[in-house]
């Protein structure tokens, strides 16, 4: 799946490794993240929102997927909500994700380079991230709630938060 | 580079993984008493995009063995139970009523660990023969978390370098029955190139 073409309302639209998503209020999109970075772009007016997983930061001039990394995610998104009457203006982000799963000593640290390049590709075109919920050692279950724009997160042993 | 596809050697991995899932099967009979054993789900390899369906270990919350082959030549190995499955294992390992403690004693855990370490030398074995490199795994550890999110953590290193991810999977049954258990292998960039120049070798 690169994008899901049609608007859910009802049916949670569930997210896997490199995918993304669109749906409109009352709809719900969620995933599970490791190290990936969760990208929740919601525009208050019109109730509409996508979600990328993306999973590395950045092409590196390669063709590729483009909900897989953070650099072609981003416009992406914009794209998709953009086709349904959603503008930039007014529309804000919240991410989740970049864990260290197997810990912090290895060489790749992709969790880390993935929330800066998912930040750096968000300040790009100036949209604000309003919630995050970063980092760690856990895994997250994420709930995009379209009725609201919040996002839940869970992570194991942990209460549930929204942002 | 990285060999982009695997695709023409898929069924010769078939083969190699068929001979170290029933090396392991042996040694997790011998583990469990003769009830339980392994069989190959298979060697995919798919598109990054598909795997969260193609593996579908859902989100839901699993107890989990993670071993990594350190070195050069390595990977990861992971073993996934849901929660009542894993204790039945623990359980049964230790001649004991399954606990209901919500907490994992220490001695749950290292017997889960302890499985993993036989399954994966069980592996290690059959690769080490093939591809003629010595894999030395990491100690085994425990983790409860969501199995797509530790998955995702270990398919990493090939995401990094290719668009397709090569993985192995297999299901374990007790007495004929499904059990709700998987072993993943995913290899890491030089044992993809070092099966791959096996697999050529051979052929």
Not at chain 1, 105 to 109: A, K, Y
């Given at each position: 799946m690169g994008l899901e073409t049609s608007i859910a309302t009802v049916k949670p639209i569930s997210v896997g490794m490199g995918q993304m998503a669109i749906a409109k209020r009352p709809g719900t999109i969620t995933s599970v993240l490791g190290s990936c970075v969760g990208i929740a772009l919601f525009h208050p007016r019109t109730a509409i929102g996508a979600f990328a997983h993306v999973v590395m930061p950045s092409t590196a001039g390669k063709q590729s997927h483009p909900a897989r990394h953070a650099d072609t995610a981003v416009p992406h998104l914009l794209q998709a909500l953009a086709e349904q009457g959603a503008t930039t203006f007014g529309m804000v982000a919240r991410i989740a994700g970049g864990a260290s799963m197997f810990g912090s000593?290895?060489?790749?640290?992709i969790g880390e380079a993935n929330i800066a390049a998912v930040r750096a590709a968000l300040a790009a075109v100036r949209i604000p991230i309003v919630g995050q919920d970063l980092g760690g050692v856990k895994g997250r279950r994420v709930t995009f709630d379209l009725t609201t724009g919040a996002m839940t997160v869970e992570a194991v042993g942990e209460a549930a938060r929204t942002i | 580079m990285m060999q982009e596809t695997f695709e023409p050697a898929l069924e010769f991995l078939q083969q190699l993984f068929q001979a170290a899932t029933a090396e392991a099967s042996v040694a997790m009979r011998r583990w469990t008493h003769g009830q339980i054993s392994l069989d190959l789900n298979g060697v995919q390899e798919l598109p990054l995009e598909e795997v969260s369906t193609a593996v579908s270990l859902g989100d839901e919350l699993l107890t989990m063995v993670v071993l990594t082959f350190q070195g050069e030549v390595g990977g990861d190995m992971i073993l996934t139970f849901d929660e009542n499955n894993g204790r039945q294992l623990a359980a049964a390992l230790l001649h004991r009523p399954v606990s209901e403690s919500p907490e994992w004693t220490a001695l749950e855990r290292s017997a889960l660990c302890e499985t993993g370490n036989i399954l994966s030398c069980a592996y290690l074995n059959a690769l080490t023969r093939f591809i003629g490199v010595e894999l030395v795994p990491s100690p085994p550890y425990f983790v409860q978390d969501y199995g797509a999110s530790v998955l995702e953590q270990a398919l990493m290193v090939q995401a990094a370098q290719a668009d397709r991810i090569l993985i192995c999977s297999t299901t374990f049954h007790r007495e004929g029955e499904a059990l709700n258990w998987n072993v993943f292998f995913v290899p890491n960039v030089a044992m993809r190139a070092a099966i791959a120049a096996a697999v050529e070798a051979a052929s």
């Open positions: 000593g290895g060489p790749l640290q | -």
